[in-house]
Nanobody, 121 residues
Framework: QVQLVESGGGSVQSGGSLRLSCVVS????????IGWFRQAPGKEREGVSC????????YYAEAVKGRFTITRDRAKNMVFLQMNNLKPEDTAVYYC??????????????WGRGTQVTVSS
C-alpha cells in the first residue's frame, strides 16, 4: 500500500521560506515519481513540481521556477519541497502524490492529505 504524509506547512510573511516534507512508504520511490501539488480556496488543484523515480530529473511550474526546489532522500523515503521567496499567491494546501513524472493530477494515483501553507503580505 502506497502512503504519503506531508508536513512542514505553516504561516509566513511574504519573502519568507518553508520546507515541506513528504514521507512515503517503503519502495515507493523505486517505482513512482513524486509530485507536489497545491490547491487554493476556490481553485483547482495544480501541479507545482515533480521528481522522477529513476534519475534526478525535476520539473517545475512556471509560477514557482527559481523559487522552489524539489529534492529526494531515498534512504529516508522522503521528498522535500524547499520554498523560498514565498508570495501571498502561494497560499494553498500542498499535497504530495505518487505517479508518473508529470504535473497532471490524473497521472498520480496516490495522494497525501495535505499541509496548509499561508503567506501573508
Amino acid at each position: 500500500q502506497v502512503q504519503l504524509v506531508e508536513s512542514g506547512g505553516g504561516s509566513v510573511q511574504s519573502g519568507g521560506s518553508l520546507r515541506l516534507s513528504c514521507v512515503v512508504s517503503e519502495f515507493t520511490l523505486d517505482y513512482y515519481a513524486i509530485g507536489w501539488f497545491r490547491q487554493a480556496p476556490g481553485k483547482e488543484r495544480e501541479g507545482v513540481s515533480c521528481i522522477s523515480s529513476a534519475d534526478d530529473n525535476t520539473y517545475y511550474a512556471e509560477a514557482v521556477k527559481g523559487r522552489f526546489t524539489i529534492t529526494r532522500d531515498r534512504a529516508k523515503n522522503m521528498v522535500f519541497l524547499q520554498m523560498n521567496n514565498l508570495k501571498p499567491e502561494d497560499t494553498a494546501v500542498y499535497y504530495c502524490a505518487a505517479g508518473l513524472f508529470s504535473l497532471r493530477r490524473e497521472q498520480h494515483s496516490y495522494w497525501g492529505r495535505g499541509t496548509q501553507v499561508t503567506v501573508s503580505s
